[in-house]
């Protein structure tokens, strides 16, 4: 899975294109709001699907398919 999920936690952008990183960083300077949302669904995200846990978890699924 993908940790970034575009509009969701931040902000997926095209690599190596100024135009687009230009435009996230004044999309998230002007929107404290989104900015806010988007750092507390990315602590929920990781927390939940990149834990020692679930990481043991998926590891051990791999070996036993």
């Given at each position: 899975?993908?940790?970034?999920?575009?509009?969701?936690?931040?902000?997926?952008?095209?690599?190596?294109?100024?135009?687009?990183?230009i435009?996230?960083?004044?999309?998230?300077?002007?929107?404290?709001?989104?900015?806010?949302?988007?750092?507390?669904?990315?602590?929920?995200?990781?927390?939940?699907?990149?834990?020692?846990?679930?990481?043991?978890k998926?590891?051990v699924?791999?070996?036993?398919?």
């Amino acid at each position: 899975p993908e940790i970034v999920d575009n509009l969701q936690n931040g902000l997926l952008i095209k690599p190596a294109s100024p135009e687009e990183i230009i435009n996230a960083i004044s999309y998230l300077k002007r929107d404290a709001g989104d900015r806010a949302i988007f750092g507390e669904a990315a602590r929920r995200k990781v927390t939940k699907d990149f834990s020692i846990e679930a990481m043991i978890k998926k590891t051990v699924e791999v070996y036993n398919s």
